[in-house]
C-alpha cells in the first residue's frame, strides 16, 4: 500500500478531539502525539490492532486516564479540568465487562443510574432491557460476559448522551445478539443527533452506520479520513507492468497521482476500483508508513 499517510479532517466543529495526545506506562508508549477529530454527528471507526491504543484514547477521553502530554475535549470541555461534566454528556461502553457493582441486582443497578443522570429516558430504559432480554433480578456479578455487555450497553444508551464512546461494544455477544444490538445503535442514531465513536475488530458489522475512520498503528494516527475521501483515494488498481505481465496493487492518494507514480515505474493503470470500508481500513491498518 502506498501513498500519503494522513488526510487531517481540518479543524470544523468537532464533538471530540484530541491534541498531541501521548500517554507512556514506563518505556512504553501507549499514544504518541494523537490528533483525533471527531466531528458532531459522525460515526467515526476508530480501527487497531490489540495493544495499539485504542483503549487508552478512550480513558483519556474520559479522563480516567492522565496523559503525559496533550489533553482532549469532549463537547468543548477540556477533560482534564471538566472531567465530571464532560463525562455526564457520554454514554460509555469499555472494553472489560465489568458492568458495576456485583452484589446488586440490574434493576438495582439501573435505578441507581437513573436516579444520577437527569435525562434518563425510564420508558427507553425499559424498553432497551426487553429487547436485550436483561433480567431486573439477577445480580450483576451472576451475570454471564454477553449479558454483562448487554447491561453496559443499557447504561450507555438510556440517558441519551449526546456522545457515545463504545469499545468492542459487541464483544461477548453471539451473532443473533450482535445483529439485535447493531439495529437498536441504528435506531437509537435514527432517534436524535448522537456523535459515536467505536472501537471494534468487527468492522464489517458497522459499515453501514461509520461514516469517518481512524487508524490506529503502535499508539501513532496514522490515517485519518472520512468515508467518501476513503473510497476516493484507497483503491485496488489494476495495472500492466514494464514486462506486460498484470498486476493488482492496493494504493492510496488522488488517482492522477497514483497514475503518475505507477508510469514512473513503467506500468499503466488498465482499472480502477475503490474498495469497501472494510477492507480500505483494512488497508490503511496494514500500509508500511514511513518515519
Not at 437509537?188 to 475488530?201: E, F, S
Not at 489494476?238 to 503518475?260: K, N, P, S
Not at 499503466?268 to 477492507?279: F, M, Y
Request: glycine share 8%; with cysteine; charged share 25%.
Amino acid at each position: 500500500m502506498e501513498g500519503a499517510m494522513h488526510a487531517d479532517l481540518g479543524d470544523g466543529a468537532c464533538a471530540v478531539a484530541t491534541h498531541g495526545l501521548t500517554k507512556r506506562y514506563g518505556d512504553a508508549t501507549a499514544l504518541a502525539d494523537v490528533a483525533l477529530r471527531v466531528p458532531t454527528g459522525a460515526v467515526y471507526l476508530l480501527v487497531g490492532a490489540n495493544g495499539a491504543g485504542k483503549s487508552t484514547a478512550f480513558r483519556a477521553l474520559l479522563n480516567l486516564e492522565r496523559p503525559d502530554a496533550g489533553r482532549a475535549e469532549v463537547l468543548g470541555l477540556d477533560v482534564s479540568a471538566r472531567g465530571p461534566e464532560a463525562r455526564a454528556q457520554v454514554g460509555y461502553v469499555p472494553d472489560r465487562h465489568d458492568a458495576g457493582p456485583r452484589a446488586l441486582t440490574c434493576g438495582e443497578l439501573l435505578r441507581y443510574a437513573a436516579a444520577y443522570r437527569p435525562t434518563w429516558d425510564a420508558a427507553y430504559a425499559d424498553r432497551l432491557a426487553r429487547a436485550l432480554a436483561l433480567d431486573p433480578a439477577k445480580r450483576v456479578g451472576a451475570l454471564s460476559k454477553g449479558n454483562a455487555r448487554r447491561l453496559q450497553l443499557l447504561l450507555a444508551l438510556a440517558h441519551r448522551p449526546p456522545v457515545l464512546l463504545l469499545d468492542e461494544p459487541t464483544d461477548g455477544l453471539d451473532p443473533l445478539v450482535r445483529r439485535a444490538v447493531l439495529a437498536l445503535l441504528a435506531e437509537h442514531l435514527a432517534d436524535g443527533p448522537t456523535t459515536v465513536l467505536i472501537a471494534t475488530h468487527h468492522v464489517a458489522e458497522v459499515e453501514s452506520l461509520a461514516d469517518h475512520v481512524g487508524v490506529l498503528r503502535g499508539g501513532r494516527l496514522v490515517a485519518q479520513l472520512d468515508r467518501d475521501a476513503l473510497h476516493r483515494t484507497v483503491r485496488r488498481y489494476r495495472v500492466r507492468l514494464a514486462d506486460g505481465r498484470e498486476a493488482q496493487r492496493t494504493m492510496r492518494g488522488e488517482a492522477r497521482d497514483v497514475a503518475a507514480v505507477l508510469a514512473a515505474e513503467g506500468a499503466e493503470v488498465r482499472e480502477a476500483a475503490p474498495l469497501r470500508l472494510e477492507d480500505g481500513a483494512l488497508a490503511l491498518l496494514q500500509e508500511e508508513v514511513p518515519a
